[in-house]
């Protein structure tokens, strides 16, 4: 069987897409889908993700890690959606979408997506990090020079160890640039590497920071391995309410899977 696919990345954080609204695609086959995101072996990606028909909104979006497993939300990965979505001419600038975390609205304007993420309600601040669920669920720890920071180990280190094991977190590694401005290097669950960019991990940084007190900025810009975006959000006594996620979202190629 012969399915195209849609190569995308969005600051780095690259994904296979689909369009699934005719359910061709075989996704309980968890090897098949670790193949396609192999980066040797297989198109290569951090993720796959299926648009199929939402009854509700403008369409819904399934998201696979590269181990192949379906997981919880992805940031970048919906924002790279939106842009798809509209590849596809299913949406115009605006859009309402499901995922495994809610109903989602974003904008696109030149390529650029901001992705509305769900409202947070808690947030753990502990001595030596700050621990979240954005969609998915973030281990934030603020470190000094972030760029000469060994994020893989570390990062593995944590994500398997307590409080997380098998179930696991994605670990944020981040370093305050000035009241505005954070770089961001995030170990992603599931991938279980080092990604250019996570956008429900920069998210739980952007919020972290203010519990932290390290600033009392609403916008802040987040500086990645892949690129900049930016994360506004409404402080309501500790729920965060309004929260967008904004950057460039980008196709790159498509091609055709050859599927025995
Ligand atoms: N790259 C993502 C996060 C994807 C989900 C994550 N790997 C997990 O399993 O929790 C993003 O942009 O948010």
């Known amino acids: 069987m012969k399915i195209q696919f849609y190569k995308y990345q969005g600051t780095g954080n690259d994904f296979v897409m689909i369009d699934n609204r005719e359910t061709i695609f075989p996704k309980n086959n968890t090897n098949l889908i670790n193949e396609i995101c192999d980066r040797r072996f297989g198109v290569g990606a951090d993720g796959l993700i299926l648009l199929e028909d939402s009854e509700t909104t403008d369409f819904k979006m399934v998201y696979f890690n590269a181990d192949g497993n379906e997981s919880s939300m992805c940031g970048n990965g919906g924002r790279c959606l939106v842009s798809f979505a509209k590849q596809l001419n299913i949406i115009d600038t605006k859009t309402t979408f499901d995922a495994i975390d ?31 669920d954005t969609g998915s669920p973030h281990h934030v720890e603020f470190v000094s020079d972030v760029n000469n920071f060994d994020v893989t180990n570390m990062g593995r280190k944590i994500r398997n160890g307590a409080p997380y094991f098998e179930i696991g977190s994605n670990v944020n590694f981040a370093e305050l640039v000035n009241s505005d401005t954070i770089k961001v290097r995030t170990y992603e669950r599931g991938v279980e590497d080092e990604t250019l960019s996570c956008g429900t ?12 007190k390290k600033t009392t900025n609403t916008t802040i810009n987040i ?16 729920h965060f309410e309004n929260v967008f996620l904004t950057g460039p979202a980008t196709y790159v190629f498509e091609g055709t899977l050859d599927i025995k």
Not at 201 to 212: D, E, L
């Open 102 to 132: 809610g109903i989602h609205h974003a904008t696109i304007e030149n390529g650029i997506v901001s992705l509305q993420m769900i409202d947070i309600l808690n947030v753990d601040n502990f001595k030596s990090h700050l621990f979240l």
């Open 223 to 238: 500086e990645t391995l892949g690129g900049n975006l930016s994360v506004s959000f409404e402080n309501k006594n500790g």
């Open 201 to 212: 991990g920069v998210t739980a940084v952007a919020i972290a920071s203010h519990v932290a």
